[in-house]
């Protein structure tokens, strides 16, 4: 079985300044990582992800993650936000184990301030 | 390509009546699976179908059920609905359901 938590339930932020929404998660099997954004009345958007293969992912707007397997950890990082990065984002594991579904942490909430 | 397409997007029906969702997934893709989203509970997975079978459940009632068609269209059902049924429904996509799955814009039902 698996788990996410996402340690916080909102990051308030400048505009233009960097942040980090953090993400741990447990699992007694490999897992495949994402993270996904979510906008007011909205589905689910997939931002990034981590499947194999090289430990640092990124977004194509500015947003990367890096896998850390002996911390557990997928952090989400932008050197520098917009107000447009306003958002809910949700971290998420899946094991390799064939069981076929996304276990989502509580969600981070993005408040950029201009 | 067409994304993941929910109908409707909002209902509210009355408690104790049953109520039916749709999703069509991404074409292709032969993995479609359902999860609950709440204030409280946050987004907790349902089930997940492929190939017309069900792969795997979450821990729902037996309320809520699911089935998929040949085309890989899903539907799922909430029969006597409660007022704790109330949330945003999303349907999921992919490929072969490992891995990333890409999401709907949600069926926001409304219990009253």
């Known amino acids: 079985a698996q788990s996410v938590t996402q340690l916080d339930s909102q990051v308030p932020v400048f505009e233009e300044a960097p942040v980090e929404l953090r993400c741990n998660y447990s699992?007694?099997?490999?897992?495949?990582l994402f993270w996904y954004v979510q906008y007011p009345n909205q589905g689910l958007q997939l931002l990034l992800k981590?499947?194999?293969?090289?430990?640092l992912v990124e977004s194509i707007n500015g947003f990367e993650a890096e896998f850390n397997k002996s911390q557990t950890s997928f952090h989400l990082r932008k050197p520098s936000v917009h107000i447009s990065d306003t958002a809910e984002y949700f971290c998420?594991?899946?094991?390799?184990?064939?069981?076929?579904?996304?276990?989502f942490g509580s969600g981070t909430r993005l408040l950029v301030r201009p | 390509k067409a994304g993941v397409t929910q109908t409707p997007r909002y209902l509210i029906k009355t408690r104790g009546q049953q109520v039916t969702l749709s999703c069509s997934p991404i074409?292709?893709?032969?993995?479609v699976s359902w999860y609950q989203q709440t204030p409280g509970q946050g987004l907790q997975f349902l089930f997940e179908?492929?190939?017309?079978?069900?792969?795997n459940k979450g821990n729902f009632p037996g309320r809520f059920s699911g089935r998929q068609f040949s085309n890989s269209r899903s539907e799922m059902n909430v029969s006597t609905l409660e007022l704790g049924d109330s949330a945003l429904y999303l349907c999921?996509?992919?490929?072969?359901?490992?891995?990333?799955?890409?999401f709907g814009q949600g069926t926001r039902l409304t219990v009253v």
């Open positions: 999921a996509s992919s490929l072969v359901g490992a891995g990333e799955a890409f």
């Open positions: 699992s007694s099997v490999s897992v495949y």
């Open positions: 981590y499947l194999s293969g090289s430990t």
């Open positions: 998420a594991v899946s094991g390799m184990d064939s069981s076929y579904k996304l276990i």
């Open positions: 074409s292709g893709h032969r993995s």
């Open positions: 179908y492929f190939s017309e079978t069900q792969r």
